[in-house]
């Protein structure tokens, strides 16, 4: 089993997945109890997750999001939708505009380690259809989808991207201890 920092290391959007392996039961369960597992405002997760397996299903989700291919090819697409009303009955509207997204999209962060954990891979979607979605899945109205994650063995090794400098996009309120003032200069004070 990998550390967490190794886990977060070798996530990458996979595009390609081994059609000839399924993803185990047991394994899909664990990925979806560490999503359950993230934390939430108040505890509410104000979210909930579809588990799509039939191809046709997976086909018709792959056409709402914009014909992406690898949707489809993945044995196992996990669709996240943010329950907004659950999470205003406890904080008004700030509940239902933001804390129910953040709820499910970090419940979609999760799920999406614990399938590198589960030695598999996975691709965050979040361009779709989203009335597509809800018809294709038969959401009540009061879900709204926010993230697609394909889920499978991984038929391809992606190449690790680049990534920005911790400099160019972590801001101290204070120079790190070791002097300097940083990449922002003194921020004045």
Not at 3 to 15: G, K, L
Not at 23 to 43: F, I, N, Q
Not at 57 to 63: D, I, N, P, V, Y
Not at 67 to 76: K, M
Request: hydrophobic fraction near 45%.
């Amino acid at each position: 089993m990998w550390s967490f920092f190794e886990t977060v290391r070798h996530r990458h959007s996979v595009r390609h997945y081994q059609r000839d392996m399924p993803v185990e039961p047991e394994k899909l369960h664990a990925v979806l109890e560490m999503a359950c597992a993230a934390p939430s405002a108040g505890d509410l997760q104000a979210y909930h997750i579809t588990v799509a397996t039939r191809r046709a299903t997976r086909e018709a989700l792959a056409r709402a999001a914009h014909g992406q291919a690898f949707v489809a090819e993945a044995p196992v697409l996990l669709v996240f939708s943010a329950d907004p009303e659950r999470s205003a009955a406890h904080y008004g509207e700030r509940g239902r505009r933001l804390y129910a997204l953040q709820d499910a999209t970090i419940a979609a962060a999760y799920a999406q380690l614990a399938v590198v954990a589960a030695g598999m891979g996975s691709t965050w979607v979040g361009a779709f259809d989203e009335t597509a979605v809800r018809r294709i899945l038969g959401l009540p109205a009061h879900l709204v989808p926010v993230a697609l994650l394909s889920v499978g063995y991984p038929a391809e090794l992606p190449a690790p991207t680049p990534r920005r400098r911790l400099e160019e996009m972590v801001r101290y309120e204070e120079p790190p201890s070791g002097g300097g003032s940083g990449p922002l200069g003194d921020a004045g004070g």
